[in-house]
T-cell receptor, first 111, second 112 residues
Framework: DVKVTQSSRYLVKRTGEKVFLECVQD?????MFWYRQDPGLGLRLIYF???????EKGDIPEGYSVSREKKERFSLILESASTNQTSMYLC??????????FGPGTRLTVT | GESVGLHLPTLSVQEGDNSIINCAYS??????FIWYKQESGKGPQFIID?????DKRQGQRVTVLLNKTVKHLSLQIAATQPGDSAVYFC???????????FGKGTRLHILP
């Protein structure tokens, strides 16, 4: 059974804190993605990676960075969290273009 | 710019009836389309996909129709059940890379 896991389901951080969101997939997929999901805006791509140590900006990369040191793990980093980064964060993986498998999401609240 | 949208943010359907969820896309170069279902508290889950060389594809209780002339995509769910209650997203692949663009979603309510 394919699986994408995210390190936390719920997270509360203070403004200015550094935040790490971890994502692990067990399908040996090349591609991994980070999205944020906000009411009325759907899913918006933050960053994606098509190989180890490779990364590409998505549509809304500002305020975020990523790390992919191992094929199975893709981390999203908020260097200095702000209240407008309160959102649901979804990680996904895929083998080439096609079906993306999503994790359960991390609901981040920045106070 | 590129966009993938849905005609209705919310759709209410009687249990047992067929549901039709619509989606419009703007990029004529898109050659791959996907429908996802997101249940409350979960990440999106793949339902069905279709490539631009097809105009219809059927799965189990679901059918996707693609009209490239008017850039319209629809998802039909036969005999809607309570478990179909979710938000449905269409997505397109406009650049032939590995990214897809998601629409804003339609929430499907099932009436008893």
């Amino acid at each position: 059974d394919v699986k994408v896991t995210q390190s936390s389901r719920y997270l509360v951080k203070r403004t200015g804190e550094k935040v790490f969101l971890e994502c692990v997939q067990d399908m040996d997929h090349e591609n991994m993605f980070w999205y944020r999901q906000d009411p009325g805006l759907g899913l918006r791509l933050i960053y994606f990676s098509y190989d180890v140590k490779m990364k590409e900006k998505g549509d809304i990369p500002e305020g975020y960075s990523v790390s992919r040191e191992k094929k199975e793990r893709f981390s999203l980093i908020l260097e200095s969290a702000s209240t407008n980064q309160t959102s649901m964060y979804l990680c996904a993986s895929s083998f080439q273009v096609g079906e993306q498998y999503f994790g359960p999401g991390t609901r981040l609240t920045v106070t | 710019g590129e966009s993938v949208g849905l005609h209705l943010p919310t759709l209410s359907v009687q249990e047992g009836d067929n549901s039709i969820i619509n989606c419009a896309y703007s990029n004529s170069a898109s050659d791959y389309f996907i429908w996802y279902k997101q249940e409350s508290g979960k990440g999106p889950q793949f339902i069905i996909d279709i490539r631009s060389n097809m105009d219809k594809r059927q799965g189990q209780r679901v059918t996707v129709l693609l009209n490239k002339t008017v850039k319209h995509l629809s998802l039909q769910i036969a005999a809607t059940q309570p478990g179909d209650s979710a938000v449905y997203f269409c997505a397109e692949n406009p650049n032939r890379d590995d990214k897809i663009i998601f629409g804003k979603g339609t929430r499907l309510h099932i009436l008893p």
